[in-house]
């Protein structure tokens, strides 16, 4: 069993369409997360929910907005895709009871690239 | 503020080589530490953890441990293989809001 899915894996697309990403967890996990990493391989937070409400909300253009429609779904929708947004995209989650152990669980990853 | 620094790659090594990524932290209290490995097109996977000063994470013939006198969690590993080419991420995180914060990452290339 996927423990965090994404879909699509691949996606190809003009500047300024609008596309979405979604991220499926089956851990029973009650935080999820949005990740871009670029080309350098750096990993930048996006966006944290938990218990499907907006917890971290990054530095992040307004033309990127999540939805959680609950605690097993995060997904990424992206209007007016521009160039600087190709990148991968990675969804995780998390356990967030405050213990010490809550590692993220990560995806296998969005590879979104605008043309 | 909370950050990781790593040390910049790209790291080549041949087969059967020592490896140490260096990794140290800032942190306004005691966040747990962790060492995540990034396979060619994969996302990021576990590799191991420590929680509190002194502690040794293990895996997969990797070691790091948690150094909070020279805030520092260097991962190490004694004979590296092919099959370890990947990129090494240092992270800290706090159990509270969760919020992790990754280092900027480590290729790691192994030569035959």
């Known amino acids: 069993d996927t423990a965090v899915s994404q879909t699509p894996k691949y996606l190809v697309t003009q500047m300024g369409n609008d596309k979405s990403i979604k991220c499926e967890q089956n851990l029973g996990h009650d935080t999820m997360y949005w990740y871009k990493q670029d080309s350098k391989k750096f990993l930048k937070i996006m966006f944290s929910y938990n218990n499907k409400e907006l917890i971290i909300n990054e530095t992040v253009p307004n033309r990127f907005s999540p939805k959680s429609p609950d605690k097993a779904h995060l997904n990424l929708h992206i209007n007016s895709l521009e160039l600087g947004d190709s990148a991968v995209y990675f969804c995780?989650?998390?356990?967030?009871?405050?213990?010490?152990?809550?590692?993220?669980?990560f995806g296998p990853g969005t590879r979104l690239t605008v043309l | 503020g909370n950050s990781v620094t790593q040390m910049e790659g790209p790291v080549t090594l041949s087969e059967e080589a020592f490896l140490t990524i260096n990794c140290t932290y800032t942190a306004t209290g005691y966040p747990s530490l962790f060492w995540y490995v990034q396979y060619p097109g994969e996302g990021l996977q576990l590799l191991l953890k420590?929680?509190?000063?002194?502690d040794k994470g293990s895996n997969k013939g990797f070691e790091a441990t948690y150094r909070k006198e020279t805030t520092s969690f260097h991962l190490e590993k004694g004979s590296v293989q092919v099959s370890d080419s990947a990129v090494y991420f240092c992270?800290?995180?706090f159990g509270t809001g969760n919020q992790f914060y990754f280092g900027t990452g480590t290729s790691l290339t192994v030569i035959p």
């Open positions: 995780a989650s998390s356990r967030s009871s405050g213990g010490r152990y809550n590692e993220q669980f």
């Open positions: 992270a800290l995180s």
């Open positions: 420590a929680t509190k000063a002194d």
